[in-house]
């Protein structure tokens, strides 16, 4: 779409505050479907940790976008009263859960690129901006320590993890092209100095990605292959769809409803 | 133990650190497959509410411990010696104002 070009300042911020926290609701929302599940009980309760750290990000993101935009909404309606296609987050962070060492590989994926785009956003001229991800920095920090480990560990550990691991790479690879789509946002955002340059960073992460997957002895898949697009414009995979219903139904039953 | 007990993560015993210049203490013990993974894993299940600021992961067969059979000969002898203790030296009342 080339309607982001005419975005003013102000919709452009709110689109981009939405695209960061779209992608860490969801992927807070299917990181939370481990809980009770985990592999064992200190990984289950690492899980949801992670889980809710990052629904923790997207919760501020969120406000701060209704702060901007002014109009007198809030972050739950953001997250619950929206439809998928009005949902901006990567594919990648909304494919359903799938086993173990797919869970880990998409972690690793979506935390070292977050890992190289928070650096960047945390030195934002909006302080308050700056301050909110400074703050989650040190998470995603944890969050990439923690599943770069168990890419090494699994890759690099018995034939059955090996296999589990490559193939959870094989299938989410064609999703992380995506990361580093560019638009109008983006670049409204950088030129305001409130962005992160992400083909400023690119190749790093690429080296990354690749110096993990060779110390875990597997195979780096093709960065060439063909990649998914479109989610930051609204179109998503089936599974959203999904996901959404059974997050939002209740919210949306009783939309009054309050905790008092 | 169960009979899976070979498919199992070693046991780890965590000690965390909750100010700091105060002793370690011990937390508890979890199932690890390393020290990393412990180390991670001690950080997730006991440190996440802000109880400390430094962890020590410690494999459980690596530490030796009294048994029961050593009470008598570690513990009873300083039962009857209460001159050990410390309250019965008057503190100097300079000492005891600054406290």
Known sequence: MNTTKELSVKESKIAYLLRLADDRLILGQRMSEWCGHGPVLEEDLALANMALDLIGHASSLYAYAAEVEDEGRDEDHFAYFRDDYEFTNLQLCELPKGDFAFTIARQFLFSSFSYFQYQQLKEAKDEQFAGMIDKHFKEVKYHLRHSRDWVLKLGDGTDESKKRMQDAFDELWMYSGELFYIDGVDEMMLAEGNGADLLSFKDEWKKLVEDTLKEATLNVPDWDQFMMTGSRTGMHTEHLGHMLAQMQFLRRSHPDADWK | ?99
């Open chain 2, 1 to 99: 133990m169960s009979e899976n007990n070979e498919k199992d993560w070693p046991l780890w015993e965590v000690f965390y650190q909750p100010k700091n210049g105060k002793p370690y203490e011990h937390a508890g013990s979890l199932h690890a497959s390393d020290a990393e993974n412990a180390l991670q894993n001690a950080r997730d299940v006991y440190v996440r509410r802000n109880e400390g600021i430094g962890i020590w992961v410690v494999p459980s067969d690596q530490i030796t411990a009294s048994t029961p059979e050593d009470m008598g000969s570690f513990f009873d002898p300083a039962s009857d010696k209460p001159y050990r203790h410390p309250q019965f030296y008057s503190v100097p009342r300079a000492v005891k104002k600054r406290s």
